[in-house]
């Protein structure tokens, strides 16, 4: 049982370019998650989906886009990388009900020089 | 969802009990208590979640207050493994209200 696998673990990228991280449970959760965490902070928030077709924003989405075309996948999809994107992210995902815990894959690290 | 507070820092034994405290004491009746950990770099690991009672499982205790005001989580015999930040986050659990706030935590260091 994988959990929740991230890929790549790390990525550098130039500024202007674009890029997805890949994200995929084998839970058979419904709620998938994009978290970004920058040096010394908490979790923000980027994006989540509640089901397959069904995508919402979190805190901070600007410069993010998502899909979810099926149950497993949840990409995250940076179309023009800039230094503020440097962070680390992370993938999670959880039951349908409201209280159950959210998983966490391994994160993402990713500069933009 | 209400704020917490922890203390930036503790210290524990290895093979002693480690006592984290949170205090959230403007959390509301349908409000959760969660624990994270993240240990070094990895992505947070679920520890436990509870409403009102104590919860126990195999990796830690939670023991909130009748007032539901402060909580402490109880890892009974920590190892070195342990050395990690550990979040108290109080969410309520409802559709529409799916962030994790997390705080900075407590940095716990196991000391051989």
């Known amino acids: 049982n994988a959990g929740v696998t991230q890929t790549p673990k790390f990525r550098i990228l130039k500024i202007g370019q674009s890029m997805t991280l890949q994200c995929t449970q084998d839970?058979?959760?419904?709620?998938m998650y994009w978290y970004r965490q920058d040096p010394g902070m908490g979790l923000k928030l980027i994006y989540y989906s509640v089901g397959a077709g069904i995508t919402d924003k979190g805190e901070v989405p600007n410069g993010y886009n998502v899909s979810r075309s099926t149950t497993e996948d949840f990409p995250l999809r940076l179309e023009l990388a800039a230094p503020s994107q440097t962070s680390v992210y992370f993938c999670?995902?959880?039951?349908?009900?409201?209280?159950?815990?959210?998983?966490f894959g391994d994160g993402t690290r990713l500069s933009i020089l | 969802d209400a704020k917490t507070t922890q203390p930036p820092s503790m210290d524990c034994a290895e093979g002693r009990a480690a006592n984290l405290p949170c205090n959230h004491s403007t959390i509301s009746g349908n409000e959760y208590v969660y624990w994270y950990r993240q240990i070094h770099s990895q992505g947070p690991q679920y520890i436990i979640h509870g409403l009102k009672n104590n919860e126990t499982n195999e990796m830690a205790s939670l023991i909130i207050t009748e007032d539901r005001k402060s909580s402490t989580l109880i890892l009974p015999h920590a190892t070195l493994r342990d050395t990690a930040v550990y979040y108290c986050i109080v969410r309520v659990a409802d559709f529409g209200n799916e962030k994790l706030t997390f705080g900075t935590g407590t940095r716990l260091t196991i000391i051989p």
């Open positions: 999670a995902s959880s039951y349908y009900r409201g209280n159950q815990p959210q998983h």
């Open positions: 839970m058979n959760h419904n709620y």
